[in-house]
């Protein structure tokens, strides 16, 4: 807050424009993770579903929980299979006791 103030006080600066982004729905996250795991939404749908769930769709923690889940090899990149590859139960589980990205 204090770093904007600062900043429209100065005039040099152009005006501060505030943007309000929406939390994504489940078509959106899965159009998402399609786009940067490159697989068709059949594919991803159980996957956009839980991740929407624990990030309740917040477009930041959205991107935050799926770079979690590859650095704890919660979802890894086959390459004898050249794609993306998860178990859903075990993001479950290793997950579960975590609190709501959101919370």
Same mark, same amino acid.
């Given at each position: ?8 006080k100065?005039?040099a ?7 309000w =982004?929406?939390?994504? +729905? /489940? #078509?959106?996250? $899965? %159009? ?6 490159? =697989?068709?939404?059949? +594919? /991803? #749908?159980?996957? $956009? %579903?839980f991740?929407?769930?624990?990030t ?5 923690? /959205? ?8 650095e ?7 390459l ?6 998860w ?17």
């Amino acid at each position: 807050a204090i770093m904007m103030r600062n900043l429209a006080k100065n005039k040099a600066m152009r005006p501060i424009t505030r943007i309000w =982004l929406d939390n994504l +729905d /489940v #078509a959106t996250i $899965s %159009e998402l993770i399609c786009s940067l795991l490159r =697989l068709e939404v059949s +594919d /991803v #749908a159980e996957l $956009s %579903e839980f991740v929407h769930q624990r990030t309740g769709g917040n477009a930041f923690f /959205v991107l935050q929980f799926l770079r979690m889940l590859q650095e704890h090899d919660l979802l890894t990149y086959n390459l004898s299979m050249y794609k993306w590859t998860w178990n859903i139960d075990e993001m479950r589980a290793k997950t579960k006791n975590s609190a709501n990205v959101v919370d």
